[in-house]
Structure formats: C-alpha cells, structure tokens
C-alpha cells in the first residue's frame, strides 16, 4: 500500500469513510475541525484516534509519542504516547481535542537545522 501523501489526504479518507466505527463518532470532528490536529496524519485503530507527524504505511511502525484519545465518551480519555497514563479526562470532544494539542511534545529538531524564535535569534 502506498502511503498517504499528506495529512489531509488521511483525514479526507477517514471522513468520507461510511463504513468504519469512527463514522459518527464526535471525537473525529473535533480532532479533524481542530488546525493543529488536523496538520498530524490520524489514525482510527481500537476505539482511539492517534495521531503521527509523518506519513507512514502498513507494516511500517511510526514513531508513537503524541497523546491520543479514546472515543466512547463522554467523558473521553486523552492518554499520553504508549499508552503510558492517562493525561486528562474531558467532557466534550472538543475538550478531549484541546487537551491533546496541549500535550503535544515539542516537534524534533533535524539535526543541522536552526528554528527561529518568535523573537527572531536562532534556536539551537
């Protein structure tokens, strides 16, 4: 299978899905309505939605160290990566979305590149 060549092409297939569990799930709206959500590829697997910073395929293993959440709810668990704990518990789906963008590590830094500070110095 190839992969996705963009985060939008995911979501864009998730949401036009009629089949899947998700489908009328409120967890995918918010996560898909949400601009940095919406930015990582998603992934429906279990009863949760994770997210990836990179497009990846079948049998390939992303890298897991986003928070993800668990549909179902309300309430609904937002679980950090690995499902090391559980972060925050939320009363909407929008809730359970913010909760994850605020628990979102910092992106890596490629090594060799320099990020700019809103400030405008460097940041190594």
């Known amino acids: 299978m190839e992969p996705a060549t963009s985060a939008d092409d995911v979501w864009r297939a998730l949401m036009e899905d009629t089949q899947g569990w998700w489908v009328d799930d ?9 601009p940095t959500l919406r930015a990582l590829f998603p992934m429906a697997t279990h009863g949760t939605i ?13 890298a897991h160290d986003l928070p993800l959440i668990a ?8 679980i950090a990566a690995g499902y090391e704990r559980i972060i925050g ?22 090594p060799g590149s320099t ?10």
């Open 26 to 34: 409120p967890v995918f709206r918010a996560a898909y309505e949400h």
């Open 50 to 62: 994770k997210f990836f910073r990179t497009a990846w395929s079948w049998p390939d293993t992303p």
């Open 71 to 78: 549909c179902g709810g309300p309430p609904y668990q937002v």
């Open 89 to 110: 518990l939320a009363a909407t789906a929008e809730e359970a979305a913010e909760l994850v963008v605020e628990n979102l590590p910092p992106a890596p830094v490629i």
């Open 115 to 124: 990020c700019e500070t809103p400030s405008g110095g460097d940041q190594r």
